[in-house]
């Protein structure tokens, strides 16, 4: 089978990727991005003929080897795949379209056109924000083709359109499409995925023509712009000042225990981390910090090892707002043969005695049951050191995978 498109084509990264997890060999021929319209390919040339329109085209390879699983495990599943593709298609490659063609010079730019295509992005981004906040997938327990085609939709749109402020809105989303892009067979067709920087502005061609009709009265409106700038200016750094000095946590008493001085004793203890908890117990401060038990509450969900093990990787990075007054040793704990899934758990230290901050800085803590610890019980502080320090018996079970937080 022969895959005809151009460069880059995000459409054509849906085939890529799904031929490359199911094991079938379809070979590349590129043609003129410069001389094609983008909605004419790509085409798949079979034996039987061609077969047009990317979502067909994928369908068509992932449906060759149904061995791969990528229309889900049940006749059930393979609906609902069908429903996210079918719902991706018009609610994400649409207004993706839309929001980054103009960028190629493939169309025209549209203010009104732009505006909605990203109000409808933001809309479709919630709907899998919630879906994804408690999943790994968007069906059932391992990847589909729903996960691989939406993904590709939402590539140039992350890409190009939306920045840090839209994606920061949306981590479970984010937590999600990385993953995705980052296993090897999507990885080895979209590349490293680089992220928006900046959300991108008009053409300034349609700036200049304005500019050049009314020209007295864009000089006169720039001067009063500029003084009102300022004024914002002046008005946001004020409120982020304010802002950063209300951080409840900077607010409490000042305490004795210094993070940073427990992460450098802990990451130098590698021979035996065990040792670090004499400095920890010596220097606690049980009136400034807390600890907490967190555990997961859909363990059953958990029988692949690998994405458990992302699982709590992501959790960790998204979990980076809170680094300056938190540590934590998140364990996947080996429990599959007992119990036919991993559990997934872990014990944080956090500064005050609200685990509020944590539930603030990451949505995805809501997902978890999270306890006080009693630190004077002999048996909770062997179970704290156990977390952090151990391998073996954690909970009666070993360590499957762990995290640290530090």
């Not at 319209?37 to 003929?49: C, D, I, K, Q, Y």
């Amino acid at each position: 089978m022969e895959l005809s498109t151009y460069p880059g084509d995000f459409r054509a990264f849906k085939a890529l990727i799904t031929a490359r997890i199911a094991g079938v060999e379809v070979a590349v021929k590129e043609v003129d991005a410069k001389g094609t319209t983008p909605n004419s390919v790509p085409v798949l040339s079979t034996a039987n003929g061609d077969i047009t329109q990317s979502n067909a085209i994928a369908r068509y390879i992932a449906r060759s080897r149904p061995e791969a699983g990528l229309f889900g495990q049940s006749f059930f599943q393979s609906a609902q795949v069908d429903s996210w593709i079918d719902w991706g298609t018009n609610n994400v490659e649409l207004p993706a379209i839309v929001s980054t063609y103009w960028q190629f010079g493939w169309q025209s730019f549209n203010f009104q056109a732009n505006k909605q295509a990203l109000a409808d992005l933001e809309a479709a981004f919630k709907h899998l924000e919630a879906h994804l906040l408690s999943r790994t997938f968007l069906v059932g327990q391992r990847l589909t083709l729903a996960d691989i085609i939406v993904a590709a939709q939402l590539f140039y749109p992350l890409k190009l359109s939306l920045d840090a402020a839209f994606r920061q809105q949306f981590p479970a989303t984010l937590r999600w499409f990385s993953f995705v892009t980052a296993i090897p067979a999507a990885a080895a067709v979209v590349g490293a995925v680089v992220y928006c920087k900046q959300a991108p502005s008009p053409p300034k061609g349609k700036a200049k023509a304005k500019k050049q009709k009314q020209p007295k009265q864009k000089q006169q409106k720039k001067k009063e712009l500029s003084e009102g700038e300022k004024a914002e200016q002046a008005e946001a750094a004020r409120k982020k000042k304010l802002a950063k000095k209300k951080n409840p946590l900077d607010l409490l008493p000042k305490s004795k225990f210094v993070l940073d001085d427990w992460k450098r004793t802990y990451s130098n203890s590698t021979t035996d981390y065990f040792k670090s908890m004499d400095w920890f117990w010596k220097n606690f401060d049980e009136e400034g910090w807390s600890i907490w038990l967190q555990e997961f509450n859909h363990d059953e969900e958990n029988t692949t090892g690998f994405v458990v093990s992302n699982k709590i990787e992501g959790y960790n990075q998204r979990s980076i707002g809170i680094q300056k007054y938190a540590f934590g040793v998140m364990q996947v704990l080996d429990s599959k043969a007992a119990k036919g899934y991993y559990t997934v758990a872990g014990i944080w230290l956090i500064r005050g005695k609200d685990i509020e901050p944590m539930l603030d800085v990451n949505p995805e803590s809501s997902v978890y049951t999270w306890s006080r610890l009693d630190h004077n019980d002999e048996a909770t502080r062997k179970r704290i050191a156990n977390y952090w320090c151990g391998e073996k018996d954690i909970d009666g079970f070993d360590c499957y995978d762990a995290s640290i937080f530090k």
